[in-house]
Structure formats: structure tokens, C-alpha cells
């Protein structure tokens, strides 16, 4: 039968711009339906969203040809982690996890445009901008998309890859569960006064986490969870005193913060999809499911879905055919309701009543003092084995 793609991919985002290169890049017909325009080369100061991309990640994205520009990311090799209630401490580095470094911080926009140009110079992809579904419709050898612009599309899958507000999950009828934290994370991008290290900052307290993400050069990304009320009150601060309230709450060793760059504010929520896939379609990334940023695995748990669809679609001649959604269905939902799960209890951890905060602190010690257990833990938010001896 004739389609006028293999795959075609609603939203260009990180992962669905991430899928469209790895099979593009393979040599499959691709179609990606975006509704904004190709992203801009981002300049000058960073951007407030900034992600980190573990192992096997950087692995795929490496595997659909993409370069990440080095001067808009950031290499991290330690995560030092401390309860500001309570004594609990820990340092993880990679070196200890036979790793040699966790990941790297990249701006958002950065990625996606490297993405995208490498998207551009792949004969077999086609790029739709400026587009939207309108509605869909499978029958026993393709699912046909109609578009916005009048045009309608067929492929053998059409992959949902456009974010937690999905048109495509909605047009096939699939419903989520949502839960609201009743949390805002403040975004802040400083200019610091010493360079900074390859040290990922995380600082518990009871009404919420804070990180301070390295980024090149004189650069660090700040995201701080708390209460609304309160969130919404830091960002109306001064510059300057949002700079001394960062500089109080993390260790002189990290210097003074000259300037704030930029801010902005998000309210944090968690959502899962009921399923992942319908006739001839597949959902990932945001799509299927939001889980809270605390962990900054969001990016991460959609590039892993990306991953097993492509893996499971270049080994087949059909890529619609149901048994292998199946199949990808199980090991994602799987992965990532254990992923919704572990930011959960977190989450509740260091949050919740006295009591839970306790166990938290103590899990930092444990974490600290348990042989191997630091080890685990890194190596699975790595996206690897935890219980290989393996480099990769
Ligand atoms: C504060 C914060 C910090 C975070 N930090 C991290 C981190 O450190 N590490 C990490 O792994 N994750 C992190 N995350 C999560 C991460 O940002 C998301 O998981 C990730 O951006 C999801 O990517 P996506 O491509 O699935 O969706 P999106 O980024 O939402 O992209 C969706 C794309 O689809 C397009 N689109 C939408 N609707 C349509 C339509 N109807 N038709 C066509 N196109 C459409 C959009 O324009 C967009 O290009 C964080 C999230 C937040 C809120």
C-alpha cells in the first residue's frame, strides 16, 4: 500500500525531534507535523529551560547523527545533595559509579535547534511547520492524519510527540490521570562570580527542593520549589535581593551571584496517560506522561520512549503493527510509572509531615554510609543497569 510516510511524528519538541533524527538518520521515510515554526539558533544569554540528559540519552540522540553544541551545555560529574532541616548529606560522583561523568545540562532551545538542523540535512524527513491535527483515522494498513493546512497525511504510526497538552491523545481518545503538587518551581539563570564546577546542587527543605545546575562558564541555572503563595513572591523580588536570597541558601563555596538573567515561574503537576497506544499510533515524551522536574528525568524517561520505538520500529517491516506497541507499551509504562513513583515518594519524602521528613534525612545518611547503594542509584537515573559492573 502506498503512505505518504513510514512514521509521521506530531510536535517537534526535544523527543519528537529526537525520534524523527534517529529514524531519519537510519534511513526511514519520516514526516514531523510542528505546529510552530523551526527553532531559532539560540544567542546570547541562556534560556531558562535547561534539562539534564543522562547516559543513554546522549547515547540516542548521538545515534540519530545530532552534535550537541558544547558551548550551550555543560558536562556534570558530581550531585551534592544536603537537608536543610535535618544532618542528612550525600555526595554522588560518577567516578564512584564506574561512569565518567552523569550527563550534561543543555539549554532546551539549544538542543531542539541542533535537532532540527540535523533534521533538515536528512533526505528521507519531511517537516511540516505551521501545522496542527485536525483528526485522525486508522484503518488495517495506515492511520490517516488530516491537518490544519488541508493536507492529510498517512503512515504506517503516527507517533503523538506533542506535549502534555496533546491534541493526538485527545483525537484518539485517550484520557490521563492528573495530580497538582500545589507547588511552583521559580526558574532563575544567575551570572556567578566564580566559574562554575561540575557539581548538580540540590538542597531539601520542608516546603520543597532547590537546585543549582552548572552551566558553562560563569553561568548557573536555579530552580526553587515551594509553596505558590511563596514562589509567586520570590519572583516579584529585586535582582538583587533575589541574588542574596540564592547566596543564603547555598554554600559560600559557590561565590557571590553578580547577576540575574532571567526568571520565570511554572506550576508543577504529574500526569499519566491511561495508555500509550491505539491502532497504528503510539504516544511519548510529555504526551504520555509529566512527572515532577525534581529529578530532571521528564526529558530523560521521553528520550528512553523514543529509543524503544525506534529499536522496535527499524527491526520491523511494519512499524504500525500492533504487537510491537505492544510490546513498547509494557517496558515504558513499566519504566516510567517506577520513574512517577520514585519522584512521588521524593518528593513526599522531604516534604510531607516531620515524621517522613525524617526517614528522608535518613535515607541521605544511608544513601552516604551503605556500600553500593550510591552506586544504584546513579547508575539507574543513568538510564543503565544498576547492577552492572559495565562502563555504559
Ligand atoms: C521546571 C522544569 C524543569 C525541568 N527539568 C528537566 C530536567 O532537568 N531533565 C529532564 O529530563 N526533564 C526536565 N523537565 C521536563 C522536560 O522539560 C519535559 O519532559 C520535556 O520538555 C518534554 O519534551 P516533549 O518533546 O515531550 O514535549 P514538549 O517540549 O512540550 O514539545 C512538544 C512539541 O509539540 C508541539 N505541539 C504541541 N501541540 C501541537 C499540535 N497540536 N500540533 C503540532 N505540534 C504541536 C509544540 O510546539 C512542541 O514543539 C523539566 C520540566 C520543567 C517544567
Known amino acids: 500500500m ?19 533524527a534517529r529514524l531519519g538518520y537510519a534511513g526511514v521515510n519520516v514526516g514531523l507535523v510542528e505546529r510552530g515554526d523551526a527553532p531559532a539558533e539560540p544567542r546570547g544569554d541562556f534560556d531558562l529551560r535547561i534539562s539534564s540528559l543522562n547516559t543513554r540519552s546522549l547515547a540516542f540522540i ?57 533534521l533538515e540535512r536528512l533526505p528521507g ?15 488495517n494498513h495506515a492511520r490517516l492524519l488530516e491537518l490544519d493546512s ?10 503523538g510527540a506533542d506535549g502534555a497538552g496533546s491534541r493526538l491523545r485527545e483525537l484518539a481518545g485517550i484520557e490521563v490521570s492528573t495530580y497538582d503538587y500545589r507547588q511552583r518551581a521559580l526558574i532563575t539563570n544567575v551570572e556567578t562570580e566564580l566559574p562554575q564546577q561540575d557539581v548538580s546542587w540540590q538542597c531539601f527543605t520542608p516546603t520543597g527542593p532547590m537546585a543549582m545546575l552548572p552551566l558553562p562558564g560563569h553561568h548557573a541555572s536555579l530552580i526553587w520549589y515551594d509553596r505558590d503563595s511563596t514562589t509567586r ?15 543564603a541558601a547555598f554554600p559560600p563555596r559557590l561565590g557571590n551571584i553578580l547577576r540575574v538573567t532571567g526568571r520565570a515561574s511554572f506550576p508543577i503537576k504529574r500526569q499519566h496517560a ?63 510509572q517506577a520513574m512517577l513513583a520514585a519522584t512521588d515518594s521524593f518528593h513526599h519524602l522531604f516534604t510531607g509531615a516531620r515524621p517522613l521528613r525524617q526517614i528522608g534525612d535518613c535515607g541521605l545518611t544511608l544513601a552516604e554510609r551503605l556500600p553500593g547503594a550510591k552506586r544504584m542509584m546513579s547508575r539507574q537515573a543513568n538510564g543503565l543497569n544498576p547492577f552492572s559492573r559495565r562502563c555504559r
Open 2 to 20: 502506498q503512505r505518504d510516510h513510514e512514521i509521521v511524528i506530531v510536535g517537534g519538541g526535544m523527543v519528537g525531534a529526537a525520534l524523527a
Open 62 to 118: 548521538e545515534a540519530g547523527g545530532t552534535r550537541i553544541p558544547p558551548d550551550r551545555s555543560c558536562v556534570f560529574r558530581h550531585i551534592e545533595g544536603w537537608n536543610q532541616d535535618g544532618h542528612g548529606h550525600s555526595v554522588f560522583s560518577a567516578a564512584d559509579s564506574g561512569l565518567d561523568d552523569f550527563g550534561r545540562f543543555v539549554e532546551n532551545k539549544a538542543l531542539q535547534h541542533a535537532l532540527w538542523r540535523q
Open 125 to 139: 524527513v519531511t517537516l511540516y511547520t505551521r501545522c496542527a491535527p485536525l483528526s485522525t483515522v486508522a484503518g
Open 150 to 159: 488541508g493536507k492529510t497525511l498517512s503512515a504506517a504510526l503516527v507517533v
Open 233 to 247: 513572591a520570590r519572583e516579584m523580588l529585586s535582582d538583587d535581593a533575589l541574588a542574596r536570597a540564592i547566596e
Open 274 to 336: 491511561r495508555r500509550y497506544i491505539g491502532k497504528r499510533l503510539a504516544l511519548i515524551g510529555d504526551a504520555a506522561h509529566v512527572v515532577h522536574p525534581l529529578a530532571g528525568q521528564g526529558l530523560n524517561i521521553g528520550l528512553h520512549d523514543a529509543d524503544t520505538l525506534a529499536e522496535l520500529i527499524l527491526a520491523r517491516r511494519d512499524a504500525g503493527e500492533t504487537r510491537a506497541l505492544r510490546r513498547f507499551e509494557i517496558q515504558r509504562r513499566l519504566a516510567n
